[in-house]
């Protein structure tokens, strides 16, 4: 005897009906996809798998209480994704906060207090030029320069196409090379 596949809208009814069974069906149904998107939020094994837990709880919430109104895919794949961005947001804050302490050392080779003044100050000069750039190309420039993330996690990162990404980039950097230009070595000249 076949048994008709019930579609997601009928199994959320299911669930908002009470029975658990339904939403263990759903998340069967899309866990690839539902994994996929959390692996490309989370920097690592771990952290992905957190993301589409918390995701996945939330979603439950809401489709208990009958809110999901729409397609449940479509539904759980923006949970992960703003899951993946808090938790980015969060580890952003928390690397944010922590300071660098200046070890300066006495030993030869290494490197002298003045420079170590030169490179603080270096420091606080880019640190300025990333804060003074729009709120758009500054977090593009952030997320791709700084924190290595590829085009197309910016991309998810940000809610915006990988055009966009790189056109926020090449913007920011634009800038960053005029209003640092002070910072470049200057050309050495050639001996003969």
């Given at each position: 005897m076949l048994t008709t596949l019930q579609t997601d809208e009928q199994l959320l009814r299911r669930f908002e009906a009470g029975d658990e069974s339904a939403f263990d069906m759903l998340y069967k149904r899309h866990r690839k996809r539902l994994w996929g998107m959390a692996r490309k939020m989370g920097w690592h094994y771990q952290q992905a798998e957190d993301i589409l837990v918390e995701a996945m709880a939330a979603v439950a919430v809401r489709a208990r209480q009958g809110a999901i109104t729409g397609s449940f895919i479509g539904y759980a794949l923006t949970a992960v994704h703003h899951r993946g961005l808090h938790v980015l947001?969060?580890?952003?804050?928390?690397?944010?906060?922590?300071?660098?302490?200046?070890?300066?050392?006495?030993?030869s080779g290494g490197m002298s207090p003045e420079e170590a003044i030169d490179r603080d100050r270096d420091r606080s000069d880019v640190t300025k030029a990333l804060d003074a750039l729009p709120g758009d190309e500054g977090t593009a420039v952030y997320l791709v320069d700084c924190q290595g993330l590829t085009y197309k996690e910016a991309a998810l990162a940000l809610s915006c196409s990988e055009a966009t990404v790189k056109r926020r980039l090449r913007s920011g950097r634009t800038t960053l090379a005029q209003t640092l230009a002070?910072?470049?070595p200057a050309p050495q000249a050639e001996t003969q």
């Open positions: 947001e969060r580890s952003n804050e928390r690397r944010a906060r922590q300071t660098v302490p200046l070890a300066l050392t006495l030993v002070h910072l470049r």
